[in-house]
């Protein structure tokens, strides 16, 4: 092949960053101001996350786990307040307490985005946050053996004895279900072995997609009953019948995984192509 | 109208930081810096605050209810700080070793249940008989991949992975393979998820507020500028100690 | 005697909680809960007193930076400094859930934290053109159930053609769960030597410096 080829499969190779930059700014920008509404397809784990939920009877103890980070807000959001839209819905009693130090706050603000009002609920009545608790598995360990021994206040720092909520709440026994919302794999880990294995406590996991695949083994061996990412909250969305955040990033993440795959057959076209010709 | 004119700030700020940070991807430059160590900063303090929210409401408040021993508890976390103590810094092993010892019990004693066993019974509970042809042969397959990829993280002497028993660490590799595969498909899933999630505060958040859609060029313009190499800028000259 | 107290308590410390934590798992001694309770609670609180030395550390290196001028550094160790004083400060006089608190809060750290997790993907994304290349057969099996996944992790097409989904539970239920399982089990093996080796002082990393007669002993 003559020079030119070889300089032109070279330059093909390599595209400054820059370049690649843009098209992913474009693939994201475009269907963000522009929405095509395309097609969600509600797969298995999505189905399983909303029967577990929709099997419990109203007046029901659910744990929740706001352990995710300011990082993962983006992705876990969207599924935290779905959630919760479900559960206020089934009039379900949430408690929720942190294990990720901006959990509370993250709290505030779905619950901001949520508007429980709407279903009639009450903050120490319908759901309740009793606050970030510092050590991870020490703290699931401790709360787990006597959720009353080890705190005795709200995240307002409001004794707990004041909200009817926690009437008759002692341990993990007290609950029906546990669900985690977490960017760590040391909380959503972390449930298994301290809740799951010593007290048996239903569980149920939403995390950041890259944690998938090393949260598998739990789900396979039963000890987690759903297993979704944050990336599936559209979906969740759907079955809820709460349109938020989470159907809107569709659009964006067909046009993103498209052109992902044209990096990858663009790439190796490249690099072949200048192996062919000699580069 | 204090707690709108109080949002429309914070907006404003939240967007110039999110812009602030992405800029990096291109080059690094004195707004991203300045960013940069404002997070640090922020997320240092924020630590603090919780800090010492966490040992007022578990320490304090039992304390003063009457549980004395938790006095202990009180003296362990301040000596933990004598670690920066040239003469005095092995007294923080103490509430080290608590922690330390309190952390190994609680994961050692479950680990064994949740991740050896319940692991090898769910291994052992697949059916390659019984079922149809597809199931079986991927059940089959499951628990070969599982005792392939055992072996070759247990048995690290190179011996082990030579001649005919290398054919089982070759076949471990290509099943991780495929499942680094799975996981970095499912990191890209995630971090788009992420940009959309700020794209979308910027668009839906920011740029409808009055002003946003003349400074977001400017923005971009001087974010360009400080990109240029210090030589080259006509202002601010770099300092001669530089 | 110092040695004693110095090196061997610790480990005996160590070993003590350790022991007693899974006792009061295993095997039901009165006496043995309610001590665990009090010892998992002065966890929380020791963590809760370590978080403090995120800032301590920050605030040795920073201010070596400010009183030696380094150049191009120095304004922002400063302004890193006023962050960690006025958050510590607004926190900790006007608690966490107060509404200051909570604004300074959206405003700057919820922000970057988004977005610095976000910016990666750019990196990622960009790493995918230029280094994911089918060089051997290991990368092309990489490439190949990536390739699936990033298919089906698209809606559009999911939704459009079935098989990815089909091909995607498989990949994920077998060739995923079944690496991911192995080395779950391998490192809970690894896991549970450490915890031991630690318990009977074996590994003493948890004690930090030693000195010249402890690390001879």
Same mark, same amino acid.
């Given at each position: ?15 400054? @960053? ?38 419990? =009877? ?42 990720? *130090? ?45 959720? @009353? ?56 996991? !939403? ?54 795959? =044209?990096?990858? *057959?663009?790439? !190796?076209?490249?690099?072949?192509? @200048? ?5 | ?65 009457? #549980? ?34 309190? +952390? ?19 291994? #052992?509970?697949?059916?390659?008989? +019984?079922?149809?042809?597809?199931? +079986? ?49 499912? #990191? ?23 002003? #946003? ?30 | ?217």
């Amino acid at each position: 092949m003559s020079k030119q080829g070889k300089g032109l499969w070279r330059r093909l190779e390599e595209v400054p @960053r820059e370049i690649l930059y843009l098209l992913i700014f474009l693939a994201i920008i475009v269907p963000t101001i522009s929405p095509i509404g395309l097609a969600v397809p509600i797969g298995d784990e999505a189905r399983a996350w909303y029967s577990t939920i929709d099997k419990l =009877a109203a007046g029901s103890t659910v744990f929740v786990d706001f352990g995710y980070s300011g990082g993962g807000e983006p992705e876990l959001g969207p599924m935290a307040v779905a959630t919760y839209h479900h559960m206020l819905q089934k009039k379900l009693k949430v408690i929720a307490m942190s294990t990720s *130090i901006e959990g509370p706050l993250l709290f505030d603000k779905a619950m901001a985005e949520l508007g429980p009002e709407k279903y009639g609920s009450k903050y120490g009545v319908d759901y309740i946050h009793i606050g970030y608790i510092a050590g991870t598995e020490t703290a699931m360990a401790a709360v787990g053996k006597d959720l @009353r021994a080890t705190t005795s206040t709200d995240y307002k720092q409001v004794s707990l004895d004041q909200y009817p909520i926690m009437q008759g709440i002692k341990d993990a026994s007290s609950f029906q279900l546990l669900i985690c919302f977490t960017t760590g794999g040391d909380q959503s880990e972390g449930w298994v072995r301290q809740w799951v294995t010593p007290y048996k406590t239903p569980y149920i996991a !939403n995390v950041l997609a890259l944690m998938i695949p090393t949260m598998l083994p739990y789900r396979k061996a039963g000890q987690l009953l759903s297993l979704t990412a944050g990336a599936q909250a559209g979906e969740v969305e759907l079955l809820v019948k709460v349109p938020g955040r989470g159907i809107k990033s569709a659009d964006v993440i067909s046009m993103t995984h498209l052109l992902m795959v =044209a990096f990858v *057959i663009l790439g !190796n076209i490249a690099y072949y192509g @200048r192996k062919a010709s000699g580069g | 109208m204090a707690a709108d004119l109080a949002s429309v700030i914070q907006i404003w700020l939240a967007a110039l930081f999110t812009i602030w940070v992405v800029s990096i991807t291109f080059k690094d430059n004195v707004f991203f810096k300045f960013a940069e160590h404002t997070f640090v900063g922020a997320a240092a303090g924020h630590n603090i605050v919780y800090g010492v929210d966490n040992v007022l409401r578990y320490g304090w408040t039992p304390l003063t209810k009457g #549980a004395l021993l938790y006095v202990v508890a009180f003296i362990l976390g301040i000596i933990l700080y004598t670690r920066y103590h040239k003469k005095y810094f092995w007294l923080s092993r103490f509430p080290l070793a608590v922690m330390v010892g309190l +952390g190994i019990g609680l994961s050692m004693r479950a680990t064994v249940t949740a991740e050896f066993i319940a692991q090898i019974q769910s291994t #052992a509970g697949l059916k390659i008989l +019984g079922v149809d042809a597809w199931t +079986g042969f991927s059940n089959l397959l499951f628990i070969i991949i599982v005792l392939a990829v055992v072996y070759f993280f247990i048995f690290t002497f190179p011996s082990a992975h030579k001649g005919n028993l290398g054919i089982i660490s070759k076949f471990a590799r290509y099943a991780m393979m495929a499942s680094f595969g799975y996981s970095f498909a499912n #990191a890209l899933l995630s971090r788009f998820n992420m940009i959309f999630g700020r794209v979308d505060f910027l668009y839906s958040s920011w740029l409808p507020l009055p002003g #946003a859609m003349i400074a977001l060029p400017i923005v971009l313009i001087l974010l360009a500028y400080a990109m240029v190499p210090a030589q080259k800028r006509p202002w601010p000259k770099p300092s001669k100690s530089s | 005697m110092s040695l004693l107290v110095r090196r061997q308590l610790p480990i005996l410390i160590v070993f003590v909680a350790a022991l007693l934590v899974m006792i009061d798992y295993f095997v039901k001694i009165p006496g043995t809960g309610p001590a665990v309770t009090d010892l998992q609670n002065w966890g929380i609180i020791l963590t809760a007193f370590a978080l403090g030395f995120g800032a301590v550390n920050l605030f040795y290196l920073h201010t070596r930076h400010i009183s030696r001028r380094t150049p191009g550094q120095w304004p922002f160790s400063i302004w890193l400094l006023v962050m960690i004083a006025v958050f510590a400060i607004v926190g900790v006089a006007l608690k966490p859930t107060s509404k200051e608190y909570s604004w300074m809060y959206n405003a700057s750290y919820f922000a970057l934290s988004a977005t610095v997790y976000a910016s990666t993907g750019f990196f990622i994304a960009s790493g995918v053109y230029r280094s994911l290349k089918v060089r051997n057969l290991e990368a092309a099996v990489l490439l190949l159930a990536g390739g699936a996944t990033l298919l089906r992790n698209a809606p559009v097409l999911a939704a459009n053609v079935p098989l990815l989904i089909s091909l995607d539970s498989w990949l994920s239920a077998v060739p995923t769960t079944s690496a991911q399982r192995g080395i779950m089990i391998g490192a809970s093996l690894g896991a549970i030597a450490l915890g031991v080796r630690t318990m009977i002082g074996r590994e003493t990393g948890f004690l930090g410096r030693l000195t010249e007669a402890e690390r001879g002993k």
